[in-house]
Structure formats: C-alpha cells, structure tokens
C-alpha cells in the first residue's frame, strides 16, 4: 500500500479502475472524464513508476 501512495489523482484512479475493477481504457476515460489516449499515457507513467519504485526497494534491501 506505501508503493501506491506515491501515485497522485488520475495515476491512481486510472490504474485502480484498471486493474481491480477490470475496466476498459475507454470505460475508464468516461468516468474520469478524460480522453482515451490520456488514460493510457496515465497507466503508462504508473507502471514506469511503479517499476522503478520496485526496483529501487529491491536494490535498498539487497544493500542491507
């Protein structure tokens, strides 16, 4: 839960009703009133982050 509060607004909702509800892009574009191509940009950015926010608590508990 610590690695999701990182992500702010529409990163979050976007990846939230993504992956748990199991909603599609355009589904999702409605609700959060956004366009289709912004929610894929937003999934985009949050699995970048999430990749290296992983990846950096990895390397930090390999160190240890």
């Known amino acids: ?19 748990y509800e199991n909603m599609s892009a355009s589904d999702v574009a409605e609700m959060l009133g956004l366009t289709v191509q912004n929610v894929y940009s937003n999934l985009s950015a949050a699995k970048r982050q999430l990749k290296e926010s992983l990846a950096a608590l990895m390397k930090h508990g390999a160190d240890t």
């Open 1 to 19: 839960n610590s690695l999701l509060s990182q992500f702010s607004g529409n990163f979050l909702s976007a990846a939230r009703l993504s992956v």
